[in-house]
């Protein structure tokens, strides 16, 4: 059974850091592609950063030069390091990836961006 699982979210101030884990069990993480997505208040889901098996990246604008995606493969666990985090990165962070013929989502991490 694949569960995803995150963590790291929190409360911190403007111009802060946050680094979020993505936990994988029950599959061997490095064969499939992960992302982050994100959803503020009364805004619809969005794609944030998403690393493919080997290794390669992508990032929505919004976030670019800020945030950085990575994985280690050793420990199943994919990350999400937020820097010069802004007010408007308030959202709900989750990881998704899909495996086999399943699309799987975690639970999901609060961030709080607020003086």
């Known amino acids: 059974q694949v569960q995803l699982v995150e963590s790291g979210g929190g409360l911190v101030q403007p111009g802060g850091s946050l680094r979020l884990s993505c936990l994988a069990s029950g599959t061997i993480f490095r064969s499939y592609s992960v992302a982050w997505h994100r959803q503020g208040p009364g805004k619809q889901r969005e794609s944030v950063a998403r690393i493919g098996s080997g290794g390669s990246t992508n990032y929505a604008d919004s976030v670019k030069g800020r945030f950085t995606i990575s994985r280690d493969n050793a420990k199943n666990t994919v990350y999400l390091q937020m820097n010069s985090l802004k007010p408007e990165d308030t959202a709900v962070y989750y990881c998704?990836?899909?495996?086999?013929?399943?699309?799987?989502w975690g639970q999901g991490t609060q961030v709080t961006v607020s003086s």
């Open positions: 998704n990836s899909y495996i086999g013929s399943t699309n799987y």
